[in-house]
């Protein structure tokens, strides 16, 4: 089975970066795709960035253009490059990974804290 480990998260001054950084263990061969979500207090969690086997990419339009989702295929890891942060970037962020068959994974999360 697929394990998640993110890390990377902590808090952060308006227009600073973060990286975060998910490594996976296990039946990582079996993945289609892998991407980080985020859920802010009161709000559904939300698709932030994804990557697919394929090295397909996509975004959520409120981070298009200041977030970078990439791959080291060779450390197994999945990393998000948050720069210009804002406040209401503020969420957990879960790293995710979509099995070609099977149940979904999610990492345990990590809290991203941008201050105004």
């Known amino acids: 089975q697929v394990q998640l480990v993110e890390s990377g998260g902590g808090l952060v001054q308006a227009g600073g970066s973060l990286r975060l950084s998910c490594a996976a263990s296990?039946?990582?061969?079996?993945?289609?795709?892998m991407g980080w979500y985020r859920q802010a207090p009161g709000k559904q969690r939300e698709l932030v960035a994804a990557i697919t086997r394929g090295g397909s990419t996509n975004y959520a339009d409120s981070v298009k253009d200041r977030f970078t989702i990439s791959r080291d295929n060779s450390r197994n890891t999945v990393l998000l490059q948050m720069n210009s942060l804002k406040p209401e970037d503020t969420a957990v962020y879960y790293c995710h990974a979509d099995p070609i068959v099977g149940t979904d994974v999610w990492g345990q999360g990590t809290q991203v804290t941008v201050s105004s």
């Open positions: 296990g039946s990582i061969f079996s993945i289609s795709a």
